[in-house]
């Protein structure tokens, strides 16, 4: 992928301000297009745009194709004429700083509902045209989707591996008698995929008016209770029972004694394969329509992967089986184009076989500054800002660190006095702001940041911590205070400084 040298904000939508609990497609969505684009930047990273289940990580998604109705401005559902003011006047309380997805999943559900109740008893008749020909564009995706959810909630949120037999197994028979049996949910489902892809095609129209590209990511493996797993079954190692025979994981490492056992269904590659890669073309395409530039997580995958049999308690007993990376890359460029817009996130253990697929295909790989001062011969750590390539995106942290400053009080003696070798005025007063500059400095070809980072927040602003669930994670909010026009002129102007 051909970058510029430019630079960005990495600030999921989860953690935009609006009035009901969670960020939204809203004016404070725009309101952050016009603020990137005051601050001089040409980039907005974000998550995973899919629905989320349980734990809410947008990393393990109901669907690769599908959004999250999270997401879906309410203010706009009134405009439109499927919400009334009165459908919003009994909205709960909710938290400025913070998202409780317990409170969305009751009260958004309730209100969504309503809305397709309301387009259903006539509000909203000018969408009518605009939903059928969604209905028949997205139909490949969709209408499994749209099924899945309705079976989720007839099964009251139980996995899909776990349904009676017949329907878990996709009988002809069992299919139809269930999408006769929900049609009005499966109808609801579809509604809402409608609104979400809507209301965010008009959002990122508008972030390319003012020249802001999306980055956004995709997980390399799907959910195990997904509608992909569900759906298309044979391209997974699944039983006859629809059960899983080996899952995905890292094996034990300096931060795992026993890895980390993450329980997705591995692909069958050799089906893939054999299919000409047809599932990830369609994969790829559906995630050109929702960013302009793909980060591809755990990037390592598609050289070889770490197989554990199932079940395991964890993630000791796995071997390193290869991937057909080079060929399924070869497959998505002849349906796609040479140039990828590809993000290699490429952290971790990397062995030259996966730097020779990165290499092999132009793709950026990236750099975390956080990760460059530790170690006994830290000097040549590949991520200081000298050992850096252009053709890389360097953060000084991501979602799955700590906010700079967070990590910046926990960091050791000698990471301190390391990275005093780099900034001799960094203190607790603007730790975010100073690896920001750093990292704005390298030579690499793209810079991206956190808010976070920019207004130099600690430890409770942090977005994620990998291996943990709880109301710490996926819930920081951001405050319309924080996208202030001094913030924006000083990033404008660092910015400006380093030629991005």
């Excluded at 094996?251 to 299919?275: C, H, I, V």
Aim: glycine share 8%; aromatic share 14%; net charge negative.
């Amino acid at each position: 992928m051909a970058l510029s040298r430019s630079s960005g904000v990495l600030l999921h939508f989860t953690s935009l301000p609006g009035a009901y609990g969670i960020g939204e497609f809203n004016e404070h969505a725009y309101r952050t297009v016009d603020w990137l684009a005051s601050a001089g930047q040409k980039y907005w990273q974000v998550m995973p745009l899919g629905p989320t289940g349980y734990g809410d990580s947008p990393y393990q998604s109901f669907s690769a194709f599908a959004g999250n109705p999270y997401l879906i401005s309410l203010d706009d559902l009134v405009k439109e004429g499927v919400l009334f003011e009165t459908d919003l006047a009994e909205a709960p309380p909710f938290s400025e700083t913070k998202v409780d997805f317990g409170q969305q999943y009751v009260w958004r559900r309730a209100i969504l509902t309503r809305a397709f109740e309301n387009y259903r008893g006539g509000a909203g008749a000018h969408l009518a045209a605009e939903l059928a020909q969604f209905r028949d564009e997205e139909a490949g995706w969709l209408v499994d989707f749209a099924l899945f959810m309705a079976l989720k909630n007839a099964h009251d949120g139980a996995p899909w591996n776990s349904w009676e037999h017949d329907i878990r197994t996709r009988q002809p028979e069992a299919l139809a008698r269930w999408s006769d049996l929900l049609a009005s949910e499966i109808d609801r489902v579809i509604f809402e995929q409608f609104l979400f892809f809507r209301q965010w095609k008009r959002l990122r129209a508008y972030a390319h008016e003012k020249d802001i590209q999306i980055i956004g990511d995709i997980p390399i493996f799907v959910a195990m209770d997904s509608a992909d797993a569900w759906s298309e079954p044979q391209q997974f190692h699944f039983d006859e029972q629809g059960q899983p025979t080996v899952v995905a994981g890292v094996p034990p490492d300096y931060f795992s004694a026993t890895g980390q056992l993450w329980g997705n269904p591995l692909y069958r590659w050799d089906k893939m394969k054999a299919e000409g890669f047809e599932w990830w073309i369609r994969r790829f395409k559906g995630s050109l329509k929702l960013y302009d530039v793909i980060r591809i997580d755990h990037f390592r995958g598609f050289a070889a992967y770490w197989e554990i049999p199932f079940p395991a308690e964890n993630a000791m007993k796995g071997q390193w089986v290869p991937a057909p990376g080079h060929e399924l890359f070869e497959a998505v460029q002849k349906a796609l184009g040479d140039d990828l817009p590809i993000i290699a996130e490429d952290l971790g253990v990397v062995t030259p076989d996966v730097e020779k697929l990165r290499d092999d295909f132009h793709f950026p790989g990236m750099a975390v500054l956080q990760f460059a001062f530790g170690g006994n011969d830290w000097e040549k750590n590949a991520f200081l800002p000298e050992n850096l390539r252009e053709n890389q995106v360097v953060y000084p942290g991501t979602h799955d660190n700590d906010t700079s400053l967070g990590w910046w009080r926990q960091a050791s003696e000698a990471e301190q006095r390391h990275v005093t070798r780099y900034l001799p005025d960094a203190s607790q007063h603007n730790f975010g702001w100073r690896l920001t500059e750093l990292a704005w400095g390298t030579r690499c070809v793209l810079a991206v940041t956190t808010l976070q980072d920019l207004l130099n927040l600690g430890t409770d602003a942090r977005m994620n911590l990998p291996g943990t669930l709880g109301d710490h994670n996926w819930t920081w909010r951001a405050t319309p205070d924080m996208f202030s026009d001094d913030l924006a002129r000083d990033l404008r102007a660092l910015t400006e400084r380093h030629g991005r």
